[in-house]
């Protein structure tokens, strides 16, 4: 495929030096790419070049990978031309992306348009890459749509595919502390559907125990898992997290300079009272909710309740947050909201400091 020449190459300067510190902003749409047949390796090179770019600069969307950085990813220290021209071409497959927001509920696209590959001095692979025009859409400017944050030095280090994506399920649902997840869904969720996996004893054995074991001496992630029961027969799995890692306690975002949201406030509201999610779940019925996570739903949740306490009517919660989505939407008429979620906690979080 020819190189597009106008394509800018990224020089973020927001990279740490340390490429431990390498933090991945991974849209929830790309999340379901995890269900697809890309390969672990595919899975990492994605990883590594959303920690390459600045997510708020679509102009530059082509990263040049140097110092044996794509080595590191397959573990060795050369790799021949043939094997990285092999593995490259995974890349323009075309691969499914669940999308809500599609008629479908689906999109296929190529993740990525141009791969150029050179050998530097030291026999080392420099690869450029740069995304495809559909994908921009789901690696740029994606606040409203929600994404997960992570570090590619935990996810460069699996060598098992069931661990990678295990660990990015339970990231990304770690504010729940204890869940549960139907068996069938589960295999489904890491490409386990072979007879090999039919009965749990064997789908434990062979993945969920190696990729607990990998995730707990790679990562800071620990969680537990036990099988729920339905006519003697495992029906549903329920994982429990048991620490998660301390780089994802806060994040900070510049909409407004109104905003600090920590993930100590969603600890603190998993702690209270069930009732709390009756609301939660009505949210998600409300049109003004449509544009959040469930993670993100339970957040704003929280401060409606604690705003207005007396209120127990769910209709007339939602009415009151309705009224501060509009004066939102009002303010973005005239205004450039650069994260409507961080916006409006802000707005919340002002609201009940007044009070």
């Not at 690696?139 to 098992?160: C, H, P, Q, T, W």
């Not at 660990?167 to 069938?184: A, G, V």
């Not at 004066?327 to 707005?347: F, Q, S, W």
Request: aromatic share 12%; glycine share 4%; hydrophobic share 35%.
């Amino acid at each position: 495929m020819k190189q597009n020449d106008n394509d800018k190459l990224s020089d973020y300067t927001g990279v740490p030096k340390d490429s431990k510190q390498l933090i991945i902003q991974k849209s929830n749409p790309l999340l379901s790419l995890s269900e697809t047949g890309m390969s672990l390796f595919e899975l990492k090179l994605l990883d590594l070049y959303l920690s390459r770019i600045d997510s708020h600069n679509p102009e530059k969307r082509k990263v040049r990978f140097e110092k044996g950085e794509i080595e590191k990813l397959f573990g060795v220290n050369r790799i021949k031309k043939e094997i990285l021209d092999k593995k490259l071409d995974g890349l323009f497959s075309s691969v499914s992306v669940k999308d809500k927001s599609k008629p479908q509920g689906f999109i296929k696209m190529s993740l990525f348009e141009t791969a150029a590959a050179y050998l530097d001095e030291n026999g080392n692979w420099l690869v450029d890459l740069s995304c495809s025009p559909m994908a921009m859409e789901y690696i740029f400017n994606i606040e409203n749509m929600g994404y997960l944050r992570y570090r590619l030095k935990d996810v460069a280090s699996f060598s098992s595919r069931h661990s990678y994506v295990l660990y990015l399920y339970l990231l990304d649902n770690r504010f729940r502390k204890t869940w549960e997840i139907e068996f069938s869904e589960l295999k489904n969720l890491l490409r386990c559907n072979s007879e090999n996996y039919k009965e749990f004893r064997f789908f434990n054995r062979d993945v969920l125990k190696k990729a607990q074991k990998e995730i707990h001496e790679k990562t800071e992630l620990s969680f537990s898992y036990q099988t729920i029961f339905v006519n003697r027969r495992i029906k549903r799995i329920a994982f429990t997290i048991i620490s998660a890692p301390n780089y994802l306690e806060k994040q900070e975002f510049t909409s407004e300079n109104i905003i600090d949201i920590t993930l100590s406030e969603t600890e603190e509201s998993d702690q209270q009272n069930d009732h709390k999610y009756t609301f939660c779940d009505f949210l998600g019925e409300c049109s003004c909710n449509n544009e959040f996570t469930p993670t993100q739903m339970r957040v704003i949740a929280d401060y409606v309740i604690e705003l207005v306490p007396g209120v127990q009517n769910d209709i007339e919660r939602c009415n009151y947050l309705t009224r501060f989505v509009n004066k939102m939407n009002a303010y973005g008429e005239t205004h450039k909201i650069d994260n409507r979620y961080a916006y409006l906690v802000g707005m919340l979080k002002k609201e009940l400091e007044e009070e």
